[in-house]
């Protein structure tokens, strides 16, 4: 592994069903975080991690969960998604948390809720 | 509010030199990021600039005004692969990022 990865990389599902989206980053980085990415829209912040064992919400966190069991892993959870979680989802992190390090992205999940 | 603003499409030809600005709103600031996104894939990080000035990183250049809330990314000599969105972001007083919706640049031969 090199970098953030991301899985699945789309996925369909109906509404209603419980989802999680899987990312994993192998450099070590403290802070974590989740985006979603909708057109016409810059990319909004739905949940972050400062590191292993916290994490806080951001600008978009209803319907979502997350959890930071450990340094390299960040699943983001759909409890009951719903059609308006259709969007494309992105992993990021940065070395550290509260700083002007630079966020590196994983490649995305496309995520349609039917 | 928070707010970055940036023009949603630009056309330019191969060879050519193209500007892409930027302006934004923001509680408190922490730097201007720019960032490439080639469609169907993951941001890919251009530029940060936190001093007012202009600095270059090859072919591309990055540009930032703080008292003008103003930015400018500068692409010379434009290639067919330059073709991708530019992302536009400002880091916030908690070093949250707040992100532009991007411009698609189209590059013709």
């Known amino acids: 592994i090199a970098g953030i990865t991301q899985a699945p990389t789309s996925q369909i599902l109906a509404a209603g069903r419980r989802m999680t989206l899987r990312c994993t980053q192998d450099m070590r980085h403290n802070a974590m975080y989740w985006y979603r990415q909708d057109l016409g829209l810059g990319l909004r912040l739905i949940h972050y991690?400062?590191?292993?064992?916290?994490?806080g919400k951001g600008e978009v966190p209803d319907g979502y969960s997350v959890s930071r069991a450990n340094t390299d892993d960040f699943p983001l959870t759909l409890a009951s998604a719903v059609p308006s979680q259709t969007s494309v989802y992105f992993c990021?992190?940065?070395?550290?948390?509260?700083?002007?390090?630079?966020?590196?992205f994983g490649p995305g999940t496309r995520l349609t809720v039917l | 509010g928070q707010n970055i603003d940036q023009p949603t499409e630009m056309t330019a030809t191969e060879g050519a030199i193209v500007q892409i600005n930027c302006t934004y709103q923001?509680?408190?600031?922490?730097?201007l990021f720019w960032y490439q996104q080639h469609a169907g894939e993951a941001p890919t990080f251009l530029s940060y600039n936190v001093l007012d000035g202009l600095e270059e990183k090859g072919r591309f250049s990055s540009f930032l005004s703080r008292s003008k809330g103003y930015s400018y990314l500068l692409l010379k000599e434009l290639q067919m692969k330059d073709s991708a969105s530019y992302l536009c972001?400002?880091?916030?007083?908690?070093?949250?990022?707040?992100w532009g919706a991007g411009t698609k640049l189209i590059i013709k031969p």
């Open positions: 991690s400062n590191t292993a064992g916290t994490t």
């Open positions: 990021a992190s940065s070395k550290v948390s509260g700083s002007t390090d630079t966020q590196y």
């Open positions: 972001a400002a880091m916030d007083s908690n070093y949250q990022l707040i």
């Open positions: 923001t509680s408190g600031f922490n730097g």
